[in-house]
Each structure stands twice: as C-alpha cells, then as structure tokens.
C-alpha cells in the first residue's frame, strides 16, 4: 500500500501545484490573476 | 445597381480579371500594379434588388446552392482528409516494413478515387448554380478573387494528376527509391489538396470578415489581404481537423460495411483491423476538436459581436443543443466502439470494472452539455417556473459548465483509450505501482482543476474572468493527455503481451457505432455549416454587400434542419455507391462458356 499511497499523494500535490502555476501563468498572460478582483 | 448587369459585361470584368492576373505575374511587379490597375477595374459592391436574383424553372435559388455546396464540402472533406492519413499510415508501413499498412492505406486511397469524382462533379454544380442563380455577387466575388481562382483551377488540374498517379501507381512504385518516390507524390497530392481547401476558405470568409476593400466594398487590388482575412486561419484550422476527424468516420463506416459483408474469419480481422484505425484517426482528431471550433467561435466574437451573439446567444442558440446531443453521441460511439474492441484481448478483463464508471461520467457530461440556457415555454409553463430559466438546472446552461462537461469527457475518451491500449499489456518495470499512482493523480489533479476553473471562475467571477478560464481549462486537458502517453509508454516499455489480439473478436453491433460516428459527423457538418454561414444574416457580404432577393431571411430551424437532413441522406446514398464501386471494383465473374478457348 506504501508503495501506491505515497507516490500518489507526492505526484497529487506536484501535479496540483503545476496546474496551479499553469493556471495563474495563462490568466496573468491574459492581464487577469488567478483569484478575481471585483 | 438597379437591373440585371448584361451578361457581356459580367464577362469583360471576368476576363479582364484574369488578363490582369497573367499580366502582372509576367511583370513581376506584383504590389504596384496589381494595387494601381485593381483599384481602376473594380467599383463599389453592387446595391442589388430582387429583380437581380433570376428565377430558373421555380426553382428556390438558395436551397439549390445551399444543398450543391454542402454536398460539395462533405465530399471535399472527405477527398481531402483521407490522402492524409494513407500518407501517414503508408509511412508507418514503410517504417515498420509491415505490408498490412501498405494495404490498408492503398484499400482508403481506393475509395477515394470514386469519391473524388463526385466531389468535382458537386463542385461544377455549386459553381453553376452561384453563376446561374447568384450572378452579381459571383462577379464581384470573382472580380477580387479572380487570381485565387485561376490558381484554383491549375491546382485542381494539379491534384488530379497527383491522385491518380498515386493510386495507380500505388503497385508500380514499391520498394526502395520508388517507394520514397510515391511518398513524395502523397506529401505532393496532400499539398495541392490543403492549398486548394485554403483558397475555397478565403472566399467565403471573405464573405463573414470582408477584407483589402472599403467601406462600400471597393477593392484595394491587394488580393491577399481578402485572402488573409480575419476569419481566415481560424476555419482553416478548424476545417483541417475536423476534416480528418470526418475522413476517419467515414473510412470507418466503410471498414463496418465490409466487416458485416465478410464471409471469411480472414475478412472479418482485416477489417476489424481496418476499422479500429480509422475510429483511432477520427478520435485523435476528435479530441481537439472542440478546442479549434471554441477558438473559432471567440474569433467569430472577436470580429463582430454581433455575429457573436446571433451565433450563441440568438436564434441558432438552439442548433447549439443539437450540436452538443450530437458530438456527445460522438463520444459515446467512440468509446462504446473502444470498449467493445476490447475484447481482442484476453487481459481485457482487468479493466472492463472501469468501463461503467467512464460510462457514467460521459453521460453525466453530456448531459451538462445539452441542457439548454433559456427554455422554450408556453406561457403557463413559464409562470409556473418563474421565468425561462430553471432554477436548478439553468446554471448548467451557460458555457462554463459547458466547458467544464467537454473537458472532463475528452479526458475520460484518453482514458478509455489507456485501457484500450493496455489490455493486451503486462508491465515489467519494478516501479508499476508506483507509476500507476502517478497517473491516478495525473487525472485526479487535472479534474480538480478543470473543475476549479469551471466553477470558481465560471459562477463567482465576471464575464472577463469566464472566458479567459477557458484557455487553462483546455491546456490542462492537453498536458493531462501528453503526460499520460508519455508515462504510459514508459510503464509498459518492455511490456509483455497477453496474448495474440483477436482481430475479428469484436460485436457487430460495435460496428454499427462505425456507422452512427459517421451518420452523426455529417449531420453535425452540416448543421453547423448552415449556422456559420447563417450568421452573416441579411448579407452577401457581411455590411458590404446586401442580400435583396426573397430569400433574404433567416429561416425557421426547423426548416434549416430539414434541409441539411435531406442533404444528409442524399449524401450517404452516395457514400453507399461509394461503397458499392469499391466493392464491386475486386469482383471477378467468370462466365462459364461465353468466351472464345
């Protein structure tokens, strides 16, 4: 189970955190941030 | 304008279109003069009444060019995107020295030629019928087109040579130089082929973007910058997948007829085999799709918001509900067929537990994707809800939660399509687990933020913010299908097999999900066609050149639906004769008796 679990929680939270980036790259790119400003 | 121009003059402009052309090539002064003397031939758009618009024989003038170039552009598609990918599949051939790739890509290329045929034979009705029923704005489509026209119909010539050379020449030209000389015919035919899509494209988004003339349509003589219009590159990009998209469905409905008609186990592998590859190209090209068609949409915005809002938020919002049912019935015969495939293997069985919650998944998206924005209601049932919106189900109609849908069954296909490729597979690598982990949480993080961008920014943020979303949306969907290929062939590098896959193995009734993909993607073109060109409303050319004749109105949906149905249906009467040339073409008789010994 460690062998599964552990691995996934590691590329869980690499793969969470690079869409994230990707995300705030594409939207800054676009003049906006990720979290609305009214 | 107020009469019909005398057909001499129409001619004189044509001709003195055309000297121009073969002038200024001759001089090589191609800026200049073209600009000086183009701007001497050509006047203003014509202001056109309905007595400009002849009626021949009763017949209805724009249900005549409407179904001549529907049936032209399927076919088109058609002739286009197969040289495509029996280029690719005969280089795969030539690669892996497999001959059954050899045959495959000469059995596509096969039904092409009849096909093409027809395509010509629709595309002389279309050019007919705009002379004989559109002739003012033929003459002035043709006065700032005439180049691309001419070049046109050389390139035509060109491709004709080409395709016949390659399909004829297919058995001649094997092995060694030769073969590499028959490729380069195929890289040749599909140049021509793509070049001549690319001019067909310019002339009628000219007709939606109008460019390189003024206000009252004057032409500047800078043929291209009619040509590099700003709808230009996005249908081409947007034709040229869907056009292997459409190939590979029609291909593949091809291989199903031939698959059910079998009477050999022999038969019945090869095209198993044959279909699999085609609904492999139809989905590759599938899944990109709807990203070229939302790119061309916001481009469509991007020019005129008020095409925009005809498109999406007028009255072919409608057509879109039908779109949605349509491409989600795409999807669904796609993975039906793939998992239906499955079966070739015997190590199938490790993932068929899967296929239902896929299942579940894609009919939930699907079902986000249809529902509707704004109900159509009768006055009661609209007091009873409070509105034309419901109160529950409304949020799911606008086009965050659209996105979101489509994003989320495109990666569940990828999925399918994983399993597909492993069931036949067995990891050697010490790490399997390990790796599977990582790609669980490859598409768990990829949902998740595909969903936080649908929701968060699709709910609780302004219009600005929702349509800028839809970019990482759709990039996530990418990376998720890259990533995963990628780790996947390295998990299964060295893999060993289960077994032989059972070419052959598969339900009939998967092949019939063949025949809805191809049945659903024509239909689709069509009705989409018609809105494309529908939004341009009122105009010939849009605020350049009006449309007076009596059919110078939207039509009912209904209508518009029926007329795309028929065409539809004569469309396919002639893929089946398609079918037929094709299959009697590797008949033989041998009449006992009759010849002399």
Sequence with gaps: MTGYVLPFAAALAVCLAGFLLLDMAIMNMQGLSLIFRG | ?597
């Design chain 2, 1 to 597: 304008m107020s009469g019909p121009r005398p057909a001499t003059f129409r001619f004189a402009r044509l001709t003195a279109g055309a000297s121009l052309a073969l002038a200024v090539l001759a001089l090589g002064d191609i800026g200049a003069i073209a600009a000086e003397q183009a701007v001497a031939a050509h006047g203003p758009a014509p202001t056109l009444t309905a007595a400009d618009y002849p009626i021949i024989a009763g017949i209805n003038s724009r249900v005549a060019v409407w179904i001549f170039a529907q049936l032209h552009l399927w076919f088109a598609a058609f002739v286009l995107a197969v040289p495509i990918f029996v280029f690719i599949i005969e280089v795969i051939g030539m690669r892996t020295r497999d001959k059954r790739y050899d045959d495959m890509a000469y059995e596509f290329i096969k039904i092409t030629i009849t096909a093409y045929s027809l395509t010509a034979i629709q595309g002389g009705l279309l050019a007919f019928s705009l002379i004989l029923f559109y002739p003012d704005l033929f003459t002035y489509l043709s006065g700032i087109f005439g180049q691309s026209m001419f070049y046109y119909a050389l390139l035509f010539f060109a491709e004709s040579a080409c395709l016949y050379i390659y399909y004829y020449g297919w058995h001649w030209l094997q092995g060694g130089f030769r073969k590499w000389l028959h490729l380069t015919l195929g890289l040749l035919l599909n140049t021509v082929g793509t070049t001549l899509m690319l001019l067909a494209n310019a002339w009628l988004t000219f007709m939606m973007s109008p460019a390189g003339v003024d206000a009252a349509g004057v032409f500047s003589g800078d043929e291209w910058a009619a040509i590099h219009n700003f709808l230009w590159n996005p249908i081409n990009i947007h034709r040229f997948v869907a056009n292997i998209a459409y190939g590979g469905s029609i291909v593949g409905a091809y291989a199903a007829f031939k698959f059910l008609t079998a009477t050999t186990p022999q038969e019945r592998a090869h095209y198993d085999w044959m279909g699999y590859n085609a609904n492999f190209i139809a989905i590759c090209a599938l899944l990109p799709l709807p990203f070229a068609g939302y790119y061309l949409a916001a481009e469509i915005y991007a020019y005129s918001q008020q095409m925009g809002i005809t498109l999406m938020g007028g009255i072919f919002a409608w057509l879109f509900i039908i779109q949605a049912v349509l491409i989600g019935t795409l999807f669904l015969s796609a993975n039906y067929y793939l998992w239906c495939g499955m079966g070739r293997s015997d190590g199938a069985k490790r993932y068929t537990k899967y296929i239902k919650y896929i299942a579940i998944v894609l009919i939930a998206a699907f079902l986000v994707w249809f529902t509707p924005h704004t109900l159509v209601l009768t006055n009661e049932e609209l007091k009873a809800l409070g509105g034309p919106h419901h109160k529950i189900l409304g949020p799911l109609g606008i086009m965050p939660a659209k996105n979101t849908a489509v994003n989320v069954m495109i990666i569940f296909t990828a999925l399918s399509f994983m399993f597909y490729r492993r069931a036949n597979k067995i990891a050697t690598v010490s790490w399997v687990d390990a790796g599977n982990a990582i790609q669980v949480a490859l598409y768990t993080a990829g949902i998740a933020n595909i969903m936080f961008l649908g929701i968060y920014h699709g709910y609780f943020t302004n219009t600005v913010y929702k349509v800028a979303a839809s970019i990482p949306q759709v990039l996530t969907t990418l990376v998720v299908i890259a990533a995963s290929i990628t780790l996947d062939s390295i998990i299964y590098r060295g893999a060993k097999e289960v077994g032989p896959l059972r070419w052959g193995r598969i339900p009939g009734r998967a092949q019939y999900a063949l025949f809805l993909l191809a049945v659903a993607f024509t239909w689709l073109m069509g009705l989409m066609g018609y809105i494309r060109s529908g939004i341009r409303q009122h105009w010939h050319v849009v605020d350049i050149m009006r449309d007076n004749s009596v059919d110078a109105f939207t039509p009912t949906l209904g209508y518009a639906a029926n007329v795309v149905s028929v065409a539809a249906i004569i469309f396919m009467a002639m893929v089946i004769f398609v079918f037929w040339i094709a299959q009697i073409s590797g008949t033989r008789t041998l009449p006992a008796g009759y010849w002399k010994e």
